[in-house]
């Protein structure tokens, strides 16, 4: 049986019932993100999870239609159970949902050890590795998503607040509903530290930003707006989708990452003002290995078929393997502040990416440039989008897969059994959409030929 504290359950349940709640969700992350829980009362709180909630082990690699991945460990073992500890720190009233309560949980597996193919442990476990040089990574969430709302057309949706031009315009020009605005106000109740709002480029896009904070509460602030997100379109009859590209005449949506790293004792460890462009050699080793393991972090920053429609010329995602100061049109961005707020943006992520792995992938990166002392190339001057000036990023997810499968050093941080089960999850979509015929497909065939 797993080791578990279960100290804490008896005197969380007995405050949880003083504020008027009498369930508590207990949720955590599959491989894509999506947020599997059980509600559980309150007054069988305490011996309910004091031995770990079950779950069908299989349940991590559930796909978006419902078909089950034989990951390991799953279907071909009999479908056996996994268990889930709610980490009691995590447990946050829903004030959308009056009663209910949401704590994040750690996955287990019958014999007590941990599951090493859950995100969130993964991203654990690179924590640690950075904690064993003394350093705390710290990471700041941006995430863009669309707002849909329902239609007569055979699709079912359309944009909602449909409008050109509405980049960061405020009020009801780009929100007729107050949509935007009533969800930043109910996320603010909500203790994810969310910060502020805006309209984005295209018609009903918007960006949400989240405080920044050590790197694991970071993913699970991130992986509970995503599912607040939705569950607060849904209140409205609306649908939120993180889709990184789900319109062909709008851009995509990305997940960018603000990161820095700090000695235990709160001193920033990238900032060095006697250093070129201020950099600390942390700070550039950390960006060093980030260009250099690019290509295999792409798998966990851009996990879907859908994800490589965003990249391009002139879409403001990155296109190639480059940093830049203070320029948008590189993948790894480095904002002018220093001092305390020296930081670098990996803007590589989009929407799609599960919180903890697209936190992981950058921190993995990181993690090896700072240990092999990776050296940067020459920083990009210009306009990013030449590809004389720098490698190319994967055009697909079958190309990035393959180089995470490659990049040995990579898969040795990460774990060699969250690799495998990531793996066969994701070629697994990629061997069903090959055999599935697109509109585009349809409409490009059918009348000529």
Same mark, same amino acid.
């Given at each position: 049986?797993?080791?578990?504290?279960?100290?804490?359950?008896?005197?969380?349940?007995d405050?949880?019932?003083?504020?008027?709640?009498?369930?508590?969700?207990?949720?955590?992350?599959?491989?894509?993100?999506?947020?599997?829980?059980?509600?559980?009362?309150?007054?069988?709180?305490?011996r309910?999870?004091?031995?770990?909630?079950?779950?069908?082990?299989?349940?991590?690699?559930?796909?978006?239609?419902?078909?089950?991945?034989?990951?390991?460990?799953?279907?071909?073992?009999?479908l056996?159970?996994?268990?889930?500890?709610?980490?009691?720190?995590?447990?946050?009233?829903?004030?959308?949902e009056?009663?209910?309560?949401?704590?994040?949980?750690?996955?287990?597996?019958?014999?007590?050890?941990?599951?090493?193919?859950?995100?969130?442990?993964?991203?654990?476990?690179?924590?640690?590795?950075?904690?064993?040089?003394?350093?705390?990574?710290?990471?700041?969430?941006?995430?863009?998503?669309?707002?849909?709302?329902?239609?007569?057309?055979?699709?079912?949706?359309?944009?909602?607040?449909?409008?050109?031009?509405?980049?960061?315009?405020?009020?009801?020009?780009?929100?007729p509903?107050?949509?935007?605005l009533?969800?930043?106000?109910?996320?603010?109740?909500?203790?994810?530290?969310?910060?502020?709002?805006?309209?984005?480029?295209?018609?009903?896009?918007?960006?949400?930003?989240?405080?920044?904070?050590?790197?694991?509460?970071?993913?699970?602030?991130?992986?509970?707006?995503?599912?607040?997100?939705k569950?607060?379109?849904?209140?409205?009859?609306?649908?939120?989708?993180?889709?990184?590209?789900?319109?062909?005449?709008?851009?995509?949506?990305?997940?960018?990452?603000?990161f820095?790293?700090? *000695?235990?004792?709160?001193?920033?460890?990238?900032? /060095?003002? &006697? =250093?070129?462009?201020? $950099?600390?050699?942390? !700070?550039?080793? #950390?960006?060093g290995?980030?260009?250099?393991?690019?290509?295999?972090?792409?798998?966990?920053?851009?996990?879907?078929?859908?994800?490589?429609?965003?990249?391009?010329?002139?879409?403001?995602?990155?296109?190639?393997?480059?940093?830049?100061?203070?320029?948008?049109?590189?993948?790894?961005?480095?904002?002018?502040?220093?001092?305390? *707020?020296?930081?670098l943006?990996?803007?590589?992520? /989009?929407? &799609? =990416?599960?919180?903890? $792995?697209?936190?992981? !992938?950058?921190? #993995?990166?990181?993690?090896?440039?700072?240990?092999?002392?990776?050296?940067?190339?020459?920083?990009?001057?210009?306009?990013?989008?030449?590809?004389?000036k720098?490698?190319?990023?994967?055009?697909?997810?079958?190309?990035?897969?393959?180089?995470?499968?490659?990049?040995?050093?990579?898969?040795?941080?990460?774990?060699?059994?969250?690799?495998?089960?990531?793996?066969?999850?994701?070629? /697994?979509?990629?061997?069903?959409?090959?055999?599935?015929?697109?509109?585009?497909?349809?409409?490009?065939?059918?009348?000529?030929?």
């Open positions: 049986m797993a080791h578990f504290d279960t100290s804490g359950l008896q005197p969380a349940a405050r949880l019932a003083a504020e008027g709640i009498d369930v508590v969700r207990i949720g955590y992350a599959d491989l894509i993100g999506t947020d599997r829980g059980r509600d559980v009362l309150v007054n069988h709180f305490a309910t999870v004091s031995s770990g909630v079950a779950f069908c082990r299989s349940v991590l690699g559930t796909t978006p239609r419902g078909g089950v991945v034989d990951i390991e460990g799953g279907l071909s073992d009999g056996p159970d996994i268990l889930a500890f709610p980490d009691v720190s995590t447990l946050l009233p829903v004030p959308w009056p009663g209910v309560a949401h704590a994040i949980a750690d996955l287990y597996n019958a014999d007590g050890t941990p599951a090493e193919d859950s995100p969130r442990h993964v991203l654990r476990t690179i924590v640690e590795q950075f904690e064993e040089l003394d350093m705390v990574p710290m990471v700041g969430p941006e995430l863009e998503f669309y707002l849909l709302e329902q239609d007569d057309s055979h699709q079912g949706w359309k944009r909602y607040g449909e409008g050109t031009g509405n980049v960061y315009v405020a009020g009801l020009k780009g929100d509903q107050n949509v935007l009533d969800s930043l106000r109910q996320l603010g109740k909500y203790g994810i530290d969310v910060v502020a709002a805006n309209h984005e480029f295209s018609s009903g896009q918007f960006e949400i930003n989240l405080w920044h904070g050590p790197a694991l509460d970071a993913a699970d602030r991130a992986h509970r707006f995503k599912a607040a997100v569950e607060l379109a849904r209140k409205l009859g609306h649908l939120a989708t993180f889709m990184p590209k789900p319109f062909n005449d709008e851009g995509g949506s990305g997940f960018h990452l603000h820095s790293m700090w *000695s235990p004792d709160d001193r920033p460890l990238f900032d /060095d003002p &006697s =250093a070129p462009d201020g $950099l600390s050699e942390v !700070a550039r080793h #950390a960006i290995g980030i260009l250099a393991h690019a290509p295999a972090l792409a798998a966990l920053s851009n996990p879907t078929i859908n994800s490589y429609k965003r990249f391009g010329p002139d879409t403001l995602a990155p296109w190639l393997i480059d940093w830049g100061l203070d320029n948008r049109s590189a993948m790894v961005r480095i904002p002018p502040e220093r001092g305390s *707020s020296a930081r943006e990996l803007r590589l992520g /989009d929407s &799609s =990416a599960n919180p903890y $792995l697209a936190t992981a !992938a950058l921190l #993995a990166g990181a993690l090896l440039g700072v240990r092999n002392k990776i050296e940067p190339p020459e920083a990009l001057v210009g306009y990013g989008y030449d590809t004389a720098a490698d190319m990023l994967p055009t697909s997810l079958s190309e990035a897969l393959d180089a995470l499968e490659q990049d040995k050093e990579v898969c040795e941080v990460l774990g060699s059994r969250f690799v495998a089960a990531f793996l066969a999850y994701k070629r /697994d979509e990629i061997t069903r959409f090959n055999s599935w015929i697109t509109d585009w497909e349809f409409q490009e065939y059918t009348y000529h030929i």
